[in-house]
Each structure stands twice: as C-alpha cells, then as structure tokens.
T-cell receptor, first 113, second 114 residues
Framework: QQQVKQSPQSLIVQKGGISIINCAYENTAFDYFPWYQQFPGKGPALLIAIRPDVSEKKEGRFTISFNKSAKQFSLHIMDSQPGDSATYFCAASLRNQGGKLIFGQGTELSVKP | GAVVSQHPSRVICKSGTSVKIECRSLDFQATTMFWYRQFPKQSLMLMATSNEGSKATYEQGVEKDKFLINHASLTLSTLTVTSAHPEDSSFYIC??????????FGSGTQLSVL
C-alpha cells in the first residue's frame, strides 16, 4: 500500500516534443505528490508538486495532471529540450509527513536534438 | 530557494573504517532531516528520519548501530557509517524539510568502500 509505481522506465523524445511520465499509487491517505529531477551524481531537485484538491498544476513547461479517482498522476514536459535529459522521480507522502517521501522507480529521459 | 549542503561529495575508505557525512541547511532551520540511500539506476530509499534534539527514527531493515545519525542543531545532521564494508558502497543523500513541507535535497555523497 505504500508503493508508488512509475512508468516508463526510460523514455526517448525528440527536441520540441512532449515527455509524459506516469505514476500510480495505492494509499488513498497520500496527500502530497511531488516530482523530482535528478542529474547523474547529484541530489534530486524539486520540479513541481500537487495536492489532491486540484486536478492540474502548471509551472512553465512542466504540468502535473492528477486523477484522484484513478489514483494516478502524471508529469508532462512541454517543448522538451536536450537539457531536460535526466532521471525523473515521482513521489508521495502522507498528510503532515511531507518529508517522508515514497519514491517511484524513476524514469530516465533522453531528449534527442 | 532553500539550499542544503552535503559534504563530502565523494569519499573512498578502507573496509572497517568509519565515515561521517554532513548535511547542512544553509538558509533555513530544519527540525527534521532525512537520509536516503540510492544504488545505481535505482530509486531513493529512506533510511532514517533525523529529529533535532532527539533520537533518529530508522526505517525497517536499517541497522541503527551501523548508520549513526546525530542532529545536534537546527541546521546540521550527520550520518556516520561505522565499520564500513564494500556492501555499504552507495550514494547517500540527505534532505531537509522547509516551509510548506517542501523537501530540499543535498547534492549527495558517493561512498566507495574498498
């Protein structure tokens, strides 16, 4: 019940295309869903996060879509750039335990020029 | 944005020695810090929750006597890997909880035990 399942494991997108990464969760008590970007040898950096009271959140080229009934959420990267090539992790946490994150398995994104 | 500094970024040690990793929140106070472990091409696994002024809370399967955590101030937590062995080689990442439950990560420490 604590798992967060992420797909795909790897993704190749052409420059200018849309990258889509999906996550699903089981525990309905989760109420914070962040996405992190990680470059090799570095710690993860927070990209964008959402709470279950909204269905979509957009920040620049990054959008989270949230489907509470399906217990799924996804990250859309618009106009993908080679500099976006990194590993992306979705995560979830329980109410008032925002720091105790359960991470998805990660998606290695490669944006081709 | 909030900055979390982790030191050292890379350490190589001999089997049987102990290694200390520091995690500092530079521009905010963090009563709670977290330590994660990451193997190559795998996800982050929470090891323990570090609370300022009290004992750390360890996740199931993490040996508290091997991974000593100290959170002596609101800006510093340390992880000491005691009597390190090659199987302890991994990427260790700390994080600190800022305002709004946002979690900020350090840049990680690559530990290699020979």
């Amino acid at each position: 019940q604590q798992q967060v399942k992420q797909s795909p494991q790897s993704l190749i997108v052409q420059k200018g295309g849309i990258s889509i990464i999906n996550c699903a969760y089981e525990n309905t008590a989760f109420d914070y869903f962040p996405w992190y970007q990680q470059f090799p040898g570095k710690g993860p950096a927070l990209l964008i996060a959402i709470r279950p009271d909204v269905s979509e959140k957009k920040e620049g080229r990054f959008t989270i879509s949230f489907n509470k009934s399906a217990k799924q959420f996804s990250l859309h990267i618009m106009d993908s750039q080679p500099g976006d090539s990194a590993t992306y992790f979705c995560a979830a946490s329980l109410r008032n335990q925002g720091g105790k994150l359960i991470f998805g398995q990660g998606t290695e994104l490669s944006v081709k020029p | 944005g909030a900055v979390v500094s982790q030191h050292p970024s890379r350490v190589i040690c001999k089997s049987g020695t102990s290694v200390k990793i520091e995690c500092r929140s530079l521009d905010f106070q963090a009563t709670t810090m977290f330590w994660y472990r990451q193997f190559p091409k795998q996800s982050l696994m929470l090891m323990a929750t570090s609370n300022e002024g009290s004992k750390a809370t360890y996740e199931q399967g993490v040996e508290k006597d091997k991974f000593l955590i100290n959170h002596a101030s609101l800006t510093l937590s340390t992880l000491t890997v005691t009597s390190a062995h090659p199987e302890d080689s991994s990427f260790y990442i700390c994080s600190a909880e800022g305002a709004g439950e946002k979690l900020f990560f350090g840049s990680g420490t690559q530990l290699s035990v020979l």
